[in-house]
Nanobody
């Protein structure tokens, strides 16, 4: 059973920064891809950023230049560093992991960008 536990969300002012963390219950190397998605109220869940097992990173256009995904293999943790946050970034952020058997999601952490 795979467990993904997110943390680090909260309320931040426009232009501010946050770092989200995702603790994975198994070795990150077990997964072909780990990353983050987000879902705003009334909208579908969209990919934000992910990192492949070989280290290649991928970003949504909305995240490029402002967000950085990284991982700590020893801690089995994936991070999302978010800078220059905008009100449009307000959403529940979900950690995601993909292996040969399926896609797994965490419970999510709320990020609210507001003055």
């Amino acid at each position: 059973q795979v467990q993904l536990v997110e943390s680090g969300g909260g309320l931040v002012q426009p232009g501010g920064s946050l770092r989200l963390s995702c603790a994975v219950s198994r070795s990150i190397f077990d997964f072909a891809n780990v990353g983050w998605g987000r879902q705003a109220p009334g909208k579908q869940r969209d990919m934000v950023a992910d990192i492949e097992s070989g280290g290649r990173t991928n970003y949504a256009d909305s995240a490029t230049g402002r967000f950085t995904i990284s991982r700590d293999n020893a801690k089995n943790t994936v991070y999302l560093h978010m800078n220059g946050l905008k009100p449009d970034d307000t959403a529940v952020y979900y950690c995601k992991a993909i292996d040969a058997f399926g896609t797994y999601w965490g419970q999510g952490t709320q990020v609210t960008v507001s003055s």
